[in-house]
């Protein structure tokens, strides 16, 4: 009762002597001062160095398990005020019951934060991040996260532990579906959108989380694709292309980071001293905190890296991470260290200033029960709206590979058979890091969503064999399906648990017996069209599927509402605008392989692809299956005029590029143009091509528009092993609807 007492008046002490309303926050990044400052100063006054430790421990609750099982007695750490923040606790209840824990039961009652993987949706489940990223619409994407931090924070969640910006460049790697591909530039474009959609322009209000940048850096150039493997990288690939997206989350304010697993050029990226001090908070002026992903303190030991959790709690502390996530490091040494003189105390008094100043700007010092909100989360949750949104989303990210003779889209007067393991899937179809959302029966499966468009009469439907296993027992009544039909729509690709984290695969072909059956029926209807219906969480070799397909529709997984989008794209109700925003090669054998790639000093001349001694191989050629950039739409379109405002310019002018787009098919649509420019020679070597900018833009059939990009010296800088400059010289430029072309313009910068 007397403990319950004090720690009232301690904790209404410091919101009634300090007391402004909680307002606007700036950005992490801009934040040096902050309305919250004289605040967390008088709270820290009070707190004694294990409270102030306390605010830099993590731990997981009982929900989804997202790492090694760790046992842990939070309740018991929370009332022992040893515990700043939980993940995986995502309901209503389970908030409230551990906040009243942390508020009521520990001296000065400071709240806890509840964090979450919110990665591409928390009920109302979008796209995977990939599929996201195809539909290179900002708007969407930060349209998307609004509505994820929306639901989450109904049910008292504060934080997500999103955007993942990792770039990755190897489809091996299981959570490439998780990141936005292969592009710096798209990348960081999509970084930004996820911060404003997650942050909001105010975090004081209840709808508005912590987005969290991750993970910091080259998680996505793990060596052979194996999940958390080794990575090493130079300067070059380092600052030019895995680098950009995080700072660019960072300048659209995002306030939290998280480390990476991976180790970079020998030193774990948990405790490197280089990105945190160095490039995050000296270059960056980054004034977030930092978490550590889980246990990775503790990893620090397997790493090779420290000689035991305390050395490792030691040396993350050093390198300038704030919180521990499920290490229980510095809950267990950090004030022996500090004791034993070997951690300073400033470095926790640091740590802690940080993470209290984001309980600050979330306003959980006026209440540390505001967003835990029942009625809002009736509300919320699954809005018919959110729903139609995620439709839209799952239209706008379906990629149209290929589209042989006008095979889609599908006329409403013919029959089809539905046949493929992946045809009434609701599971699977959330793809990973499905979050809070439904897979027992919520989402709409493509089964479903063609029932909008066709009569059941007109449709047969047939699993014919499972997404894994050696299982051909159902081929022949997909076969007879086939028969009976107009056309034949098969819906194939993964399991979602194929992709994600610790998901990688060494064959990126479809699994299970999926080509063989596409096959069989090729084979029982050489006349019929066959559209392949694509879920996965990474590029796949599709080699095989190309040549037996008629129309290929890569619609990633599609999430809760992805049938009814997959639909509304095979029906012609959204023409397709996606394009790729990553490579798809011919070949494992070709990874990595993406469009930005240097020029060798053999580049394969393209009169002779297979010249001896050049840079090629003997059995594929160098080019992809699809190419970064790549997507088809129902109509067609045609890029002219292109047009450059001057053939020099100076370092402080502005180049104007523009062409003309034309709709010259039969249906109206989108199309992103994609601008790319070429620096020809360098103080080190520059990519054969580099995306710097693109634009979605409607187009009604036989309609003409102009684009125009805007250019200046500071988008052609690089880093160049010893600064970012921009160097002069002639570089050439394009204006296309994809990376595939070769160059025609150029302009000289001087
Ligand atoms: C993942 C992170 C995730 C964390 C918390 C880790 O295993 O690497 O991306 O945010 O778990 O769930």
Redesign the pocket.
């Known amino acids: 009762m007397n403990k319950m007492l004090n720690k009232t008046i301690l904790f209404l002490l410091v919101i009634t002597v300090f007391s402004c309303k909680t307002e606007s926050n700036s950005s992490a990044k801009t934040s040096n001062d902050t309305p919250f400052d004289a605040k967390v100063d008088s709270l820290m006054n009070l707190m004694t160095l294990q409270e102030k430790i306390g605010q830099t421990v993590m731990y997981s609750g009982s929900g989804t398990i ?2 090694p099982t760790v046992n842990t007695n939070f309740r018991t750490y929370i009332k022992e005020a040893n515990v700043g923040a939980m ?2 606790v995502y309901s209503t209840k389970a908030t409230r019951d551990l906040q009243k824990l942390a508020v009521e039961e520990t001296r000065l009652g400071i709240p806890l934060l509840f964090g979450y ?1 919110v990665i591409h949706g928390f009920k109302t489940i979008f796209p995977i991040n990939l599929g996201l990223a195809a539909s290179w619409d900002l708007e969407d994407i930060e349209k998307g996260s609004r509505i994820a931090a929306e639901e989450a924070s109904a049910v008292g969640i504060h934080w997500t ?1 999103a955007p ?1 910006v990792d770039i990755s460049r190897d489809p091996r790697w299981g959570r490439i579906s998780e990141g936005a591909g292969e592009d710096v530039y798209l990348g960081s474009e999509i970084a930004k959108a996820y911060v404003k959609g997650f942050q909001g322009d105010d975090l004081s209000k209840t709808n508005t989380i912590l987005a969290c940048a ?2 910091f850096v080259g998680y996505g150039a793990a060596q052979a694709g194996r999940d958390y493997h080794t990575v090493n990288m130079g300067m070059d690939e380092l600052r030019n292309v895995y680098l950009p997206p995080f700072e660019a989350a960072v300048d659209a304010g995002v306030e939290t980071f ?1 480390t990476a ?1 991976n180790e970079l050029n020998g030193v774990p990226a948990t405790a490197n001293k280089f990105l945190y001090r160095d490039i995050l908070r000296d270059e960056w002026g980054f004034n977030g905190f930092v978490v550590t ?2 246990t990775a303190i503790n990893e620090l030991v397997e790493h090779g890296f420290a000689e035991n959790e305390k050395h490792a709690t030691e040396l993350a502390i050093k390198a300038g991470i704030d919180q521990d ?1 499920m290490s229980s490091a510095n809950r267990l040494y950090l004030e022996e260290l500090v004791n034993e003189g070997k951690v300073d105390e400033a470095l926790i008094n640091d740590a802690c200033r940080r993470i209290l100043l984001a309980k600050f700007k979330l306003g959980l010092f006026d209440d540390p029960y505001r967003y835990i909100d029942e009625q809002r989360e009736k509300d919320v949750i699954y809005k018919p709206e959110f729903l139609e949104a995620a439709r839209k989303s799952a239209a706008m990210c379906s990629v149209l590979l290929k589209n042989n003779d006008k095979t889609l889209p599908l006329d409403k007067n013919q029959t089809i058979a539905l046949i493929g393991p992946l045809v009434k899937d609701k599971e699977n179809i959330l793809g990973n890091w499905g979050a809070a959302g439904d897979r027992t029966g919520k989402a709409i499966s493509v089964y479903e969503g063609v029932q909008e468009y066709l009569a059941d009469s007109k449709v047969a439907f047939a699993k014919g064999c499972e997404i894994e296993g050696d299982d051909t027992s159902g081929f022949t009544k997909a076969i007879n399906a086939a028969k009976t039909a107009d056309k034949v729509v098969m819906v194939m690709g993964e399991d979602y648990d194929m992709s994600g ?1 610790a998901a990688s695969r060494t064959n990126i072909k479809l699994p299970g017996k999926q080509t063989d059956l596409i096959k069989a029926i090729r084979k029982a209807v050489p006349k019929k069209q066959i559209v392949l219906v694509l879920m996965n969480g990474r590029p796949l070799d599709l080699s095989e599927e190309d040549t037996l397909a008629d129309a290929i529709l890569e619609t990633w997984f599609p999430g809760t509402s992805g049938g009814y989008g997959v639909a509304d794209v095979l029906f012609g109700a959204y023409n397709p605008s996606a394009k790729l925003p990553v490579t798809f090669p011919r070949t494992l054998g070709q990874v990595p392989i993406y469009y930005n790639m240097k020029n060798t000093g053999r580049p394969i001349p393209d009169h002779d692809p297979h010249e001896d001694y050049k840079s090629h191989y003997l059995d594929a050629p160098n080019t992809p299956l699809y190419p970064f950039g790549h997507g088809l739409s129902y109509t067609t379109f045609e890029y002219s005029d292109v047009e450059l405002s001057s053939e020099t310019i100076g370092f402080s002018d502005t180049l104007t590029a523009t062409a003309t787009i034309t709709n010259t098919g039969d249906y109206d649509g989108y199309e992103i143009a994609q601008l790319y420019v070429h620096d020809k020679v360098g103080s080190i070597t520059r990519p054969v091509k580099e995306l710097k900018g693109f634009q979605k833009i409607f187009l009604k059939k036989g309609e003409s528009k102009t684009v125009s990009f805007k250019l200046t010296a500071k988008d052609l800088e690089f880093y160049n092993l010893e600064e970012f400059r921009v160097e002069p010289g002639e570089f050439e430029i394009a204006i296309k609807g994809t990376s595939d072309f070769d160059f025609e313009h150029s302009f000289t910068l001087e």
């Open positions: 997202t790492g993940l995986n993987d532990f993942m991750k993970h998280m697993f992903d889980y996530m984290e």
